[in-house]
T-cell receptor, first 113, second 110 residues
């Protein structure tokens, strides 16, 4: 069964460092998303991406964040200068269309020290 | 702004019991309602999706309903099993993204 895959599963980084979280969405899907979940809190929307551009973004997704689809399969989230409060589980998701079922990856646990 | 609330926050039941998880949302202009399961430290597994034009969806022992007029969705789990123990999240699709509730942590005791 097709699935969304994320790498790495866990990343530890020092405050101020840049990190890139990687995702391979389901191959025939057109819409891609990043969400995050701080420990003990709700899953929060960060950004959606369609047709090689950002279609929606939340207030969380500030200038420190960027997304890219560098090739036909990968979808990445970059945090330029990590802060302690960026520590969270980051989930990638994809859907065939904008209003259809969203499928989530297993997440990358980012720990900023 | 869409808000999603789930009640109860935690639920413990004996094996075999039928149960209902509740989800409410403030903005009826959602385009779908999706239920997920989350195991500790793991990702989100999609259980059921209800489009805004539908009233319910069924998958095995799970049945989800949607009432947009009252801003409510329920997830019914029949004949619960210990393997059903997890956190159940509902999410309303609104303006191109999903708004999540905080979840109901379900524990099914053998």
């Amino acid at each position: 069964e097709p699935e969304v895959t994320q790498t790495p599963s866990h990343q530890v980084t020092q405050m101020g460092q840049e990190v890139i979280l990687r995702c391979v969405p389901i191959s025939n899907h057109l819409y891609f998303y990043w969400y995050r979940q701080i420990l003990g809190q709700k899953v929060e929307f960060l950004v959606s991406f369609y047709n090689n551009e950002i279609s929606e973004k939340s207030e969380i997704f500030d200038d420190q964040f960027s997304v890219e689809r560098p090739d036909g399969s990968n979808f990445t989230l970059k945090i330029r200068s990590t802060k302690l409060e960026d520590s969270a589980m980051y989930f990638c998701a994809s859907s065939a269309q904008g209003e259809t079922e969203a499928f989530f990856g297993q997440g990358t646990r980012l720990t900023v020290v | 702004k869409q808000e999603v609330t789930q009640i109860p926050a935690a639920l413990s039941v004996p094996e075999g019991e039928n149960l209902v998880l509740n989800c409410s949302f403030t903005d009826s202009a959602i385009y779908n309602l999706q239920w997920f399961r989350q195991d500790p430290g793991k990702g989100l597994t999609s259980l059921l999706l209800i489009q805004s034009s539908q009233r319910e969806q069924t998958s095995g022992r799970l049945n989800a309903s949607l009432d947009k007029s009252s801003g409510r969705s329920t997830l019914y789990i029949a004949a619960s099993q210990p393997g059903d123990s997890a956190t159940y999240l509902c999410a309303g699709g609104s303006q191109g993204n999903l708004i999540f509730g905080k979840g109901t942590k379900l524990s099914v005791k053998p």
